[in-house]
Protein backbone atom coordinates (compact mmCIF):
# COMPACT_ATOMS: atom_id res chain seq x y z
CA UNK A 1 0.00 0.00 0.00
CA UNK A 2 1.26 3.34 -1.05
CA UNK A 3 1.52 5.89 1.48
CA UNK A 4 2.73 9.58 1.00
CA UNK A 5 3.03 11.32 4.31
CA UNK A 6 3.10 15.58 3.89
CA UNK A 7 4.84 17.79 7.01
CA UNK A 8 6.22 20.63 7.86
CA UNK A 9 3.48 23.21 7.16
CA UNK A 10 2.84 25.80 9.70
CA UNK A 11 2.21 29.77 9.76
CA UNK A 12 4.82 32.08 8.73
CA UNK A 13 5.23 36.21 7.62
CA UNK A 14 5.40 36.90 4.44
CA UNK A 15 9.56 37.11 3.46
CA UNK A 16 9.75 33.90 5.79
CA UNK A 17 10.97 30.46 4.66
CA UNK A 18 8.88 26.77 5.08
CA UNK A 19 10.44 23.30 4.14
CA UNK A 20 7.85 20.83 3.57
CA UNK A 21 8.72 17.33 3.55
CA UNK A 22 7.13 14.22 1.74
CA UNK A 23 8.04 10.64 3.21
CA UNK A 24 6.97 8.04 0.59
CA UNK A 25 6.61 4.41 1.23
CA UNK A 26 4.89 1.27 -0.16
CA UNK A 27 5.57 2.36 -3.92
CA UNK A 28 7.95 -0.12 -5.23
CA UNK A 29 8.80 1.48 -9.07
CA UNK A 30 12.58 3.09 -9.29
CA UNK A 31 11.70 5.81 -11.60
CA UNK A 32 8.09 8.06 -11.48
CA UNK A 33 7.73 11.14 -10.96
CA UNK A 34 6.53 13.32 -7.54
CA UNK A 35 5.42 16.84 -7.87
CA UNK A 36 4.49 19.34 -4.92
CA UNK A 37 0.10 20.53 -5.46
CA UNK A 38 -1.42 23.42 -3.43
CA UNK A 39 -4.49 24.29 -3.42
CA UNK A 40 -6.47 27.47 -1.47
CA UNK A 41 -9.63 27.76 -0.50
CA UNK A 42 -12.06 28.46 -3.00
CA UNK A 43 -9.48 27.24 -5.76
CA UNK A 44 -8.63 24.86 -8.53
CA UNK A 45 -5.56 22.50 -7.20
CA UNK A 46 -2.43 24.07 -8.67
CA UNK A 47 1.02 22.19 -9.54
CA UNK A 48 4.42 24.01 -7.80
CA UNK A 49 7.28 21.43 -8.51
CA UNK A 50 8.03 18.36 -9.74
CA UNK A 51 10.76 15.62 -9.79
CA UNK A 52 11.82 12.96 -11.89
CA UNK A 53 12.95 10.23 -9.30
CA UNK A 54 14.97 8.64 -11.53
CA UNK A 55 16.12 11.40 -13.61
CA UNK A 56 16.91 14.27 -10.89
CA UNK A 57 14.93 16.56 -13.34
CA UNK A 58 12.97 18.82 -12.04
CA UNK A 59 10.26 21.52 -13.16
CA UNK A 60 8.33 24.53 -11.57
CA UNK A 61 5.70 26.74 -11.52
CA UNK A 62 6.04 29.88 -13.25
CA UNK A 63 4.75 31.68 -9.73
CA UNK A 64 7.44 29.72 -7.57
CA UNK A 65 9.79 29.59 -9.98
CA UNK A 66 13.65 31.10 -8.13
CA UNK A 67 11.62 31.01 -4.78
CA UNK A 68 11.06 26.89 -4.36
CA UNK A 69 13.44 23.86 -4.61
CA UNK A 70 12.14 20.71 -4.67
CA UNK A 71 14.56 17.76 -3.50
CA UNK A 72 14.93 14.32 -3.01
CA UNK A 73 17.04 12.37 -0.31
CA UNK A 74 16.79 8.88 -1.62
CA UNK A 75 18.00 7.00 1.07
CA UNK A 76 15.12 8.04 3.01
CA UNK A 77 12.39 8.02 0.29
CA UNK A 78 11.86 11.71 0.95
CA UNK A 79 11.03 14.41 -1.17
CA UNK A 80 11.50 18.31 0.15
CA UNK A 81 9.99 20.95 -0.64
CA UNK A 82 11.77 24.30 0.34
CA UNK A 83 10.17 27.64 -0.15
CA UNK A 84 11.36 30.48 0.76
CA UNK A 85 10.49 34.03 -0.15
CA UNK A 86 7.26 33.03 0.88
CA UNK A 87 3.96 35.18 -0.23
CA UNK A 88 0.26 35.48 1.06
CA UNK A 89 -0.41 34.18 -1.99
CA UNK A 90 1.36 31.02 -1.25
CA UNK A 91 -1.16 30.33 1.35
CA UNK A 92 -2.93 26.98 1.14
CA UNK A 93 -2.78 23.22 1.57
CA UNK A 94 0.01 21.94 0.06
CA UNK A 95 -0.30 18.11 -1.14
CA UNK A 96 2.35 15.42 -2.71
CA UNK A 97 1.96 13.12 -5.60
CA UNK A 98 3.25 10.35 -7.57
CA UNK A 99 2.82 9.22 -10.41
CA UNK A 100 4.43 6.89 -12.54
CA UNK A 101 7.49 7.48 -14.95
CA UNK A 102 7.31 8.69 -18.65
CA UNK A 103 9.06 10.40 -21.14
CA UNK A 104 7.47 13.88 -21.31
CA UNK A 105 8.53 15.01 -17.95
CA UNK A 106 8.28 18.73 -19.21
CA UNK A 107 4.99 18.52 -20.87
CA UNK A 108 2.92 20.89 -19.24
CA UNK A 109 0.02 18.01 -18.50
CA UNK A 110 2.11 16.82 -15.84
CA UNK A 111 0.51 20.10 -14.00
CA UNK A 112 -2.82 18.16 -13.67
CA UNK A 113 -3.93 16.59 -10.88
CA UNK A 114 -5.57 13.83 -12.75
CA UNK A 115 -1.95 12.59 -13.94
CA UNK A 116 -1.27 11.54 -10.40
CA UNK A 117 -2.31 8.49 -9.15
CA UNK A 118 -1.60 8.79 -5.27
CA UNK A 119 -1.85 11.36 -2.82
CA UNK A 120 -0.92 12.71 0.71
CA UNK A 121 -3.22 14.20 3.12
CA UNK A 122 -1.48 17.49 2.89
CA UNK A 123 0.17 20.11 5.16
CA UNK A 124 -1.65 23.46 5.89
CA UNK A 125 1.25 26.38 4.80
CA UNK A 126 -0.28 30.12 5.89
CA UNK A 127 1.66 33.68 5.15
CA UNK A 128 1.01 36.48 6.47
CA UNK A 129 1.37 39.78 5.37
Known amino acids: QVQLAESGGGSVQAGGSLRLSCAASGYRETNYFMAWFRQAPGKEREGVAR????????YYGDSVKGRFTISQDSAKDTVYLQMNSLKPEDTGMYYC??????????????????????WGQGTQVTVSS
Open 51 to 58: LDIGGFAT
Open 97 to 118: AVSPWNYDFYSSSWWSPARYIH
